[in-house]
């Protein structure tokens, strides 16, 4: 949670690791995330995305779908 703009999404980016910095690191537990396997690392990571969608249907089946 913050304010637009205030580098949120840069983040979750960074932590999944679609992009490295070019200065400094990014750390987990004290781990050096590029250390880490790509691919394990992201089936740890649960995302949700800041962008609603609905489907065609009722707003109840929206719901349980879930």
Same mark, same amino acid.
């Given at each position: 949670v913050g304010s637009s +703009?205030?580098?949120k999404s840069t983040v979750i980016q960074l932590i999944q690791r679609f992009y490295d910095p070019l *200065? +400094?690191?990014v750390m987990i537990d004290g781990t050096d995330i590029? @250390?880490?396997n790509i691919k394990w690392l992201r089936q740890h990571i649960g995302v949700v995305s @800041? *962008?609603?969608?609905l489907f065609a249907t009722t707003i109840a089946e929206n719901i349980r779908y879930g």
């Open positions: +703009g205030c580098g *200065e +400094g690191a590029r @250390q880490l @800041q *962008e609603p969608v």
